[in-house]
């Protein structure tokens, strides 16, 4: 089956500017999260939704922000681009929403703020 | 916040020798999770460790968690160039929420 599907893999924005990724999770997965993996600060948990809610949140400013789809498709958006957002954003998927499931995550969303 | 500290930060073998990598925390972990990521790819789960004093195998790769599941340790026996990655220990809090260590990035020659 597919696995989770990321779009756009690469882009390049301007400072100042927003942008919004998207996820398609694997069919039947219901819980999805976000993550920012830079050189510095490696993997770091944004979000996660389970249910078109937002059930985790992690330690990021508000220009930050998801949401979650009835298909369990997701997005997540940035605003007011900073260089410092430049990394790999990672969308992951399981199966339902609580501890002990395989989490299974795409290929990443690369953006480059300039 | 919660914290898992990862050591080696980076690690070099020649093919054949084995290979460790640490992860600790000052808490009691409800689990660890292990990934790996090829250099330009993406994280790929591995295994997950739960039980105390828990001990996995993969083939060559065995996985261990401490007593007081507070550490938790990756050991690949006789490396082979396949193994090149970094290699990441999670603790997952809630659904899909992972709290990563900083990862070990292992290279072998051969």
């Known amino acids: 089956k597919a696995g989770v599907t990321q779009t756009p893999r690469y882009l390049i924005k301007t400072r100042g500017q927003q942008v919004t990724l998207s996820c398609s999770p694997i069919?039947?997965?219901?819980?999805v999260s976000w993550y920012q993996q830079t050189p510095g600060q490696g993997l770091q948990f944004l979000f996660e939704?389970?249910?078109?809610?937002?059930?985790n949140k992690g330690n990021f400013p508000g220009r930050f922000s998801g949401r979650q789809f009835s298909n369990s498709r997701s997005e997540m958006n940035v605003s007011t681009l900073e260089l410092g957002d430049s990394a790999l954003y990672l969308c992951?998927?399981?199966?339902?929403f609580g501890a002990g499931n395989t989490i299974y995550f795409g290929e990443g969303s690369w953006l480059t703020v300039v | 916040g919660q914290q898992v500290m990862q050591i080696p930060q980076y690690q070099h073998v020649q093919e054949g020798e084995d290979f460790t990598t640490y992860c600790n925390s000052s808490?009691?972990?409800?689990?660890i999770q292990w990934y790996k990521q090829r250099p330009g790819g993406h994280p790929v789960f591995l295994i997950q460790?739960?039980?105390?004093?828990e001990v996995k195998k993969q083939k060559r790769l065995t996985f261990q968690f401490g007593e007081a599941k507070k550490n938790s340790s990756l050991h690949i026996t006789a490396t082979q160039t396949t193994d090149v990655g970094t290699y990441f220990c999670?603790?997952?809090?809630?659904?899909?929420?992972?709290?990563f260590g900083k990862g070990t990035t292992l290279s072998v020659s051969s």
């Open positions: 999670a603790e997952n809090q809630a659904g899909t929420a992972l709290i």
């Open positions: 808490t009691t972990l409800s689990n």
């Open positions: 460790l739960v039980k105390s004093g």
């Open positions: 069919s039947g997965h219901r819980s």
């Open positions: 939704y389970f249910s078109e809610t937002q059930r």
């Open positions: 992951a998927s399981s199966l339902t």
